[in-house]
Structure formats: C-alpha cells, structure tokens
DNA sequence: ATTTATCATAAGAAAATCCTATCAAAGCAA
DNA sequence: TTGCTTTGATAGGATTTTCTTATGATAAAT
C-alpha cells in the first residue's frame, strides 16, 4: 500500500504548473519549504525522483511527467466526489425506494409518481406493493426507504407522519341501494366480504364492525379490492372499501356505494422510514409532496 | 477544492468492506474511534452522510454506494502511480533521448541500440545525431538525456565518462598505396581534406598536424567521411578518418587505408550527461553496456 | 435486569505539518 | 574576480492533525 497523500499530489501538480518551488508554495498557500518537504516527502514514498532540481530551473524527469498525469487524474476524481456529495444534499437524487400497501397504491400512486416526477426529475422512484408487515420488515432491512401504510405502526426505530385519513364506504349491490343503512353491529349480521388475512385493511373493517380479528370465519376472502366489488356485484355480499378506491373499482360494476353515519369509519394513512435514515430530512419533504398530492383528488 | 484525504478514503473503504467499525479499523491497524472520526470528519468534508448508523449495523447511504465505487477508483489510481514509479526505478524504462556526433554515430549506433534493447526491451531510444556544441546545448536544456562526444567536454556541470579511445586512419587515393608513410608535419604540406566547421574531428585532425583550427583553408571542406572518402578516391587530397569509419566508408571507395605509427593520432569518445539528471545511476550502467558493444568490433 | 456488542466521545500523547530563519549554490553585475 | 540576487534545501520550534486509551451510550441478546 503506497502512501503519498493527495495533499503531496496537489503540491506536485502545482509545482509541474508553475515550475517553480515559490510560486507553486504561493499558489498552494503554504511556504516553500513546506512544499519542498512534501514533494521530496513524495519521492522519497515513491522510491522515485520526480523533478531533476537543476540550478534556475526545476524540470520534471520522465517518470514526473507521468506521474503529474496520474495526479491529475487522481485529484479530479477527488474533486467529482465532492461535486457527487454536493449534488446528492441539495437536491434528492439517486434511487427512491418507496412501499405502499395493496388498498392504497393503485389509487395513489399514479398522483405521487406524477407529483414526485415534476418536483424531483432526476430522482429514480421504485415502488414495492405489499402488506404493512413486510413493508415494516423490508424498511428494516434497508430494502426500503420509505412506506406508505395505515397509522399507528408503533416501532420505536421508525418515525411516523400522517398523510391524510380516508373513510371506509358501504358497498351493496346494485339492487340494496335503497336499503336502510346498516349500522356497525348490524353490518356484523350481514354476508361482509373481506379482505385475505394480512391486510391490515381486513382488521380496520372486522374493528369497525367490534369482530375480532382473527381466521377467516367464511372462505370467501378476496385479495383485492377490485376482487371484493366483482364479489359484491355478483349479490354474494356487501364489503366496505376506502373512499379514494371508489371512482377505480366501481367503475364497471354495479354496485351502491353509501356513506356510513356517526360512525363513519376511517383510517389514518401515514408516511414512515427509518428514524436512523440519511434521508430522514428529506422524507419529510416528500411527505408534502404525497400530502399535497392526495388532496387533489380528481 | 475538496479537502478529503487518501486515509479517509482507506478507512471508508474498508467499512464499506467491512460494514463494521470494529473490524474495518483492526484491517487499517489503527484504533476503532481512530476510523470513526475520519469516517466523521470525512462526512462532515462531503457534507454528506456515507453510512447509516442503526444500532447493531453499518450500511452505506446510496450516496456511500456511489462514493465508496469512487474512492476504490481513486485509490486504484494511486496504487498504479506506486507500481509505476517502483517499474520506472527497477528496469530502465521509457524513453532514452541519446545524442551522437556525426562521426562517430553511424558506425557505433547500429550496435549500441541492438544491445541496449536486448538489455532493456522496454526503453524507447531515440537518437539526435549532431555536432558537439549543439548536443551539450540540447543536453543542458533537458532535451536530451546523455551524449557521447569526444572528451573532454569540461562543462561543470555535465558528468563524463571515456568509452572507448580511436585511432585516425590516412586515407589516400588507391595509386598512392606504396608512397611512404607521412608524417603529422608533412602531412601539413599535403591537401589535406576535412570535415565542415564545427565537427570536433575537424578540429582533432587539424591539431594533430599541429595546424590552428579556424575557418576553412580551402572551399573543400566536406559534411561527412563519406564524402570525405568520395574525395580522396577522386584524387583531391588526402584525410583522416576514424577507424571505426574504415570498414563502412571505404567498401565502396578504391582508397589506401594507413595506420600511422609513432605518434598514432587517437580520440577519446565518451559518454556525457547532467550532473543532476534522475538517470545519473543507470547511465553509467548504459555506458557500460555502450563500452562493450563497442569493443565487439565486427 | 443484566450482559454484550457496537459505535461515539473525551483527553492526552504522538506524529505530521507548517512557518520563520538561515544556509548553500549558482547566475548575474560591476 | 567580488559582491548581489535568486532559488531551493535545511533546521528548530510551534501548531495542527491524528492516534490511542479510557469511558459513555444505546440497543440487542440473554
């Protein structure tokens, strides 16, 4: 492992620039003893003569002709890591890893994407669908940057903030529409389609209606909300689904969406990430962004 | 100008390798805080954070990702400049800018140059072959690296070393073959031909006849031996040529070839270079090898 | 709850770097 | 020649950087 410092290569460089021990001392702001040293320090580490110090003028030999193209080269990728550090703080560049859970991203995502798109062009978006659970596990695991799932998630390594909060709708078929509105606990007695086991999405609607969460009680257990709409289209029962995932799924299905009544059931969506992340800052900056983009509901 | 240091980048790099602050710093034999505060500091330089430090792990930033590619190609380079000054100082290697006068070069040069490339496959010869001032001029101002020139060159500033000392053959036309042998003083009377102004043999043949060199005596001054020969085999006069010339210079001319006897006119050729050139050390070793393709007459 | 692993921080020691002053050599001028 | 000037090398001491040991803090493991 040889030792020169990049320090000596910037003294030597300015030393091959100027051809002159005082200038190339003045031009490195130090004194010319100070780059006498280092540059015989140089030689010395190299095992190598680098200028042949002729009476009124200092030459470079061959290998120092050489060498000083070497330096250049070696202090300009020093100074492209710097312009790379510069780049990647001011503005978010590089590789955005973001999770989101099944009954919101096919209703968010194309907002964000599209927002992020515009406020961060060079940034590169990576999105990975899936239950909060392997979302939470993933974020610790450095497979993601961030996550976007319904609040409270409750670990003390990831910092939380909501984004918005989104109500549950009733969805009947076509043919209930004019059916009373079920109330919680009668919406227990009725066939309620959900959801499979780990979306978090099944536990917010068996709470809703006071159900423990738990087996599946029937074998009708949909894995997406598209699926669940298909289900209650075809008169197999009713099921509740997020207010944003309403204009999507029904749009070729006849089914009767209503709004519940005191209580309107509702969930908190939140942004989270590592508490330890370097993009902990800007994280929140992006979560405007989301905020921002989920409001402008179409 | 940024102001990062080859040891950071050792340092960050074995983290990187590592992912371990424990074990990065025993791989640098150095402290374990020794390598978290360069680590720090060199944070603190980019302005940018290269790990994230979660408890019981160390992983890279995206931004550490790119740099830690960065600082293995900056630090590769540097190693290269390493391997390249150890290739520079072992083997002679890279160019060899040699100067030869015009009397001497086209007779010792052939062999000179094939015994240098088989002792140094690598070194790139190049040859100026002009008159001595000229060669002591391009000589100190570094354009060239040695000279062989007849000694003494007396410059203070220049080392010298003999190579090998030559004897001055007379060359008289063909029908002169059988007159006796003149003598230094006779041969004054003769027509004796010579090379231009500012060849040293010029100047050598003319002291050996006790004549004072100076402008030209006669409009016959020739540029080379060749022609020098030319004229001799035509009957214009006589001269002196070194008898390394001999066997080239007159397998095409019907000339008398003579050895004086007592004094016998000789040169001493030798090697000359910088005092201060950085190839001091292996130019003798060149001379050594010059000296003994030289005495391999053919 | 204690122990362990791991990185950060602190304080003093060691090493490096730098500066001022001075020297030495060589070119230049009188 | 004899100073005088320029230029790089050297020396000694001050300053800054870097390192080590000792200790602290935090979270995981037991």
Known sequence: M????????????ALARHGHFGKAAEACAISQPALSMQIKEMEETL?????????????????GEVA???ARDILRAAEELGDLARASRDRLVGRLRIGVIPTIAPYLLPRVISALTVHHPELEIHVR???????????????????????PVSEASLAETPLFSETFM???????????LPSADTLREMRLLLLEEGHCFRDQALSFCN???GPPREMLDAS???????????????????EMAVPVETRSASVSISRFENPEPTRTVGMVWRKSSPLAGQLNEIADIVRSS???RP
């Open 224 to 242: 997406s909300l598209s699926t669940l709409v298909q289900m209650v289209s075809a008169g197999m029962g009713v099921t509740l689904i997020p």
């Open 47 to 63: 095992g190598a003569s680098l200028i042949e110090r002729g009476p009124r003028q200092v030459r470079l030999t061959h290998f």
């Open 129 to 151: 669908e899936t239950v909060t659970p392997k979302l939470i596990q993933e974020l610790g695991e450095g497979k993601l940057d961030t996550a976007i799932v319904a609040l």
């Open 170 to 180: 009733l969805v009947r078929s076509a043919s209930e529409a004019s059916a009373p």
């Open 2 to 13: 040889i030792n020169i410092t990049l320090k000596q290569l910037r003294y030597f460089e």
């Open 68 to 70: 000083v193209e070497r």
């Open 294 to 296: 989920a409001e402008s």
């Open 211 to 213: 159900l423990p969460s």
